[in-house]
C-alpha cells in the first residue's frame, strides 16, 4: 500500500507564494513520475506540472515561468510565486511507480486547497 499526504495549501493574496509538498510512502520499489494537478469547481483534473526519475520537467503553459516542481528523494514539490486568482483549486498529488511486482501502479493525494485572492 502507497500513501500520498500532502501539505502547503492555504489562502493568499494574488502576486504572493506558496510552496506545496507530498511525501510518497510505503511498500514501492521505483517512483518513476512525480507530479501536480489542480481542479477548480466545475473543471475537470488538469495537469499543473510534472517531474520524471530522470528529472525531465513538463509545466502547463499557465504554470511556465511561476511554478516550479521539484524532488527529494519520495518529496515532490510544488513552489508557486507570482499567484493569480485563476491558480484557484485543489493540487491532488499523483505518483506513478512501480510495485515489486513490476507493475505500474498510479496513485493520487487527497488534495490541498489552494485559494488566490484578488
Known amino acids: 500500500q502507497v500513501r500520498l499526504v500532502e501539505s502547503g495549501g492555504d489562502l493568499v493574496q494574488a502576486g504572493g507564494s506558496l510552496r506545496l509538498s507530498c511525501v510518497a510512502s510505503g511498500n514501492f520499489f521505483k517512483i518513476n513520475d512525480m507530479g501536480w494537478y489542480r481542479q477548480a469547481p466545475g473543471n475537470q483534473r488538469d495537469l499543473v506540472a510534472v517531474i520524471s526519475s530522470s528529472g525531465i520537467t513538463n509545466y502547463a503553459d499557465s504554470a511556465k515561468g511561476r511554478f516550479t516542481i521539484s524532488t527529494d528523494k519520495n518529496t515532490v514539490y510544488l513552489q508557486m510565486n507570482s499567484l493569480k486568482p485563476e491558480d484557484t483549486g485543489v493540487y491532488f498529488c499523483?505518483?506513478?511507480?512501480?510495485?515489486?511486482?513490476?507493475?505500474?501502479?498510479?496513485?493520487w493525494g487527497q488534495g490541498t486547497q489552494v485559494t488566490v485572492s484578488s
Open positions: 499523483n505518483v506513478r511507480l512501480f510495485g515489486h511486482d513490476v507493475r505500474e501502479y498510479d496513485y
